[in-house]
């Protein structure tokens, strides 16, 4: 008790510091002509001017990140329909994704374009990304639909250890195609860096989302085993089926001694093995 009454006290006096001082961090002031400054603007203002100089230069860059989303989508429905992916969790996320950023864009956040804008159609088109004249800014459809199929990528990793090829395209989206999206767009100056950061969130909540929605299609309509979604925020209840959290990981180890001794008062026990728990009955 004594330590945690400490530790609010010393919460509220770092909080009260912050508000007055703003920990001694320089503020920085715009112009009268400025409604925002963006640093990864000023970082890749050359890269900005080689581009508007070599617009093939831009559209085999353009070009190279759509076929690398369009290889992807397919790769994740052929896998859906070989039944190695047994959910439809990313298509509702997608849905779910491209939907809050329509009425983002179109009814609550219509940002104009900056000086450099350099993003246009490359010559080829796409079967994800799309290349209409909008204003589209807030918030980043590459990089919520990237989180999307990283989720994806991590689940089929966990759903198929054995298959090396989904940990690779996991840590190649991760490690790689992330980086790149936010430097080619921040080049064409398509995104603020707001954009990208909110996109990643929009992606990873939707997918949760969709982890819980996917139960009316996966289980009622499609008739599947609920154990058989492999579920990376959730849990599929095994009564039910319906996206639940991993109930195990919310008590404590002298908890999970005292519902052994329960089981076992019923005949029931539990067998520890590596990273999970199964229950059976004695013979």
């Known amino acids: 008790l004594a330590a945690r009454a400490f530790f609010a ?4 006096i770092v909080l009260v510091y912050n508000s007055t001082s703003n920990f001694g961090v320089k503020k920085n002031i715009l112009g009268p002509d400025e409604c925002l400054k963006d640093k990864t603007f000023e970082w890749t203002e050359n890269l900005n001017s080689y581009f508007l100089d070599n617009l093939a230069a831009r559209d085999w860059v353009i ?10 989508i397919c790769a994740i429905l052929f896998l859906y329909r070989l039944d190695k992916l047994q959910s439809t969790t990313f298509v509702i996320a997608l849905m779910i994704s491209a939907g809050m950023k ?3 864009q179109t ?4 940002m104009g374009r900056v000086r450099g804008y350099n993003y246009f159609f490359p010559g080829l088109y796409s079967a994800i990304v799309s290349y209409h004249d909008i204003l589209d800014f807030y918030y980043s ?10 989720c994806t990528l991590y689940s089929l ?3 198929h250890p054995q298959v090396k090829m989904f940990r690779w395209l996991f840590f190649a989206w991760l490690a790689f195609k992330l980086p790149y999206i936010w430097l080619y767009m921040t080049a064409l100056r398509t995104h603020y860096i707001i954009d990208f950061a909110s996109g990643l969130c929009f992606g990873i909540i939707a997918f949760m989302v969709a982890e819980q929605l996917s139960y009316f299609i996966d289980v009622l309509l499609l008739g599947r085993r609920a154990q058989q979604r492999t579920m990376i925020f959730f849990k599929a209840c095994p009564s039910c089926g319906w996206s639940v959290n991993h109930g195990r990981d919310l008590i404590d180890n002298q908890e999970k001694e005292a519902q ?3 089981l076992g008062l019923r005949g029931l026990q539990y067998i520890r093995v590596p990273s999970q728990w199964k229950d059976h ?3």
């Open 141 to 150: 459809g590459h990089f919520a639909t990237s989180a999307i199929l990283i």
């Open 102 to 104: 329509t009425v983002t």
């Open 63 to 72: 070009m190279f990140n759509s076929f690398w989303f369009d290889m992807t």
């Open 260 to 262: 052994v001794k329960v």
């Open 9 to 12: 006290a010393a919460f509220l």
């Open 157 to 159: 990793a966990k759903q």
């Open 281 to 283: 009955k004695d013979d």
């Open 107 to 110: 009814a609550l956040l219509t």
